[in-house]
T-cell receptor, first 114, second 113 residues
Framework: DQQVKQNSPSLSVQEGRISILNCDYT??????FLWYKKYPAEGPTFLIS?????DKNEDGRFTVFLNKSAKHLSLHIVPSQPGDSAVYFCAASARGNAGNMLTFGGGTRLMVKP | KAGVTQTPRYLIKTRGQQVTLSCSPI?????VSWYQQTPGQGLQFLFEYFSETQRNKGNFPGRFSGRQFSNSRSEMNVSTLELGDSALYLCASSLQAHSYEQYFGPGTRLTVT
């Protein structure tokens, strides 16, 4: 039972345009959400996060939106750059976890074309 | 500040053998988590240690175990290796007991033949 889902395995956008990556979750106990970027042969790199008490968080070109009623979050990258080409993972953490445990989605491969 | 380091980076083992992977967290970080990444199952949580105590464990068989030392370095061990254990094993560290952000190492690529 996948608690965090990224339904688009891949996404291709033109340089300079907006990239929108989507993520859905089922566990209503999740109270913190994160996006990671991963290049081949490297570990995931933390990008941006959002608490469930907010609906938007912005950091430079990256903005994450959270819609709790729909159990949906999205990552917007504006403008997209070729260096953004990577696999993006959505992750969630649940309130009441005894420790630090992340549940990951399956990832979306973003390709930004020059 | 140095990032999370993992050794070895690549490893080839035979079915039935055992393997030990090592992780050194970011200096000052006390929580270490381990994840397994495979093409079919994605990134899955294995276990997490804080102050030498296992706090969380994922849904993996008992062949997977770990430990943490007083300097926060961690090891994970897989006994009686199976072909399906071939994966990228990622270690992540966090500063505190309840830090949502985790910082990942480059991983150890384990191939079981």
């Amino acid at each position: 039972d996948q608690q965090v889902k990224q339904n688009s395995p891949s996404l291709s956008v033109q340089e300079g345009r907006i990239s929108i990556l989507n993520c859905d979750y089922t566990n209503s106990m999740f109270d913190y959400f994160l996006w990671y970027k991963k290049y081949p042969a490297e570990g995931p790199t933390f990008l941006i996060s959002i608490s469930s008490i907010k609906d938007k968080n912005e950091d430079g070109r990256f903005t994450v939106f959270l819609n709790k009623s729909a159990k949906h979050l999205s990552l917007h990258i504006v403008p997209s750059q070729p260096g953004d080409s990577a696999v993006y993972f959505c992750a969630a953490s649940a309130r009441g976890n005894a420790g630090n445990m992340l549940t990951f989605g399956g990832g979306t491969r973003l390709m930004v074309k020059p | 500040k140095a990032g999370v380091t993992q050794t070895p980076r690549y490893l080839i083992k035979t079915r039935g053998q055992q393997v030990t992977l090592s992780c050194s967290p970011i200096s000052g970080h006390r929580s270490v988590s381990w994840y397994q990444q495979t093409p079919g199952q994605g990134l899955q949580f294995l276990f997490e240690y804080f102050s030498e105590t296992q706090r969380n464990k994922g849904n993996f068989p008992g062949r997977f175990s770990g430990r943490q030392f007083s300097n926060s370095r961690s090891e994970m061990n897989v006994s009686t290796l199976e072909l399906g254990d071939s994966a990228l094993y990622l270690c992540a560290s966090s500063l505190q007991a309840h830090s949502y952000e985790q910082y990942f190492g480059p991983g150890t690529r384990l191939t079981v033949t």
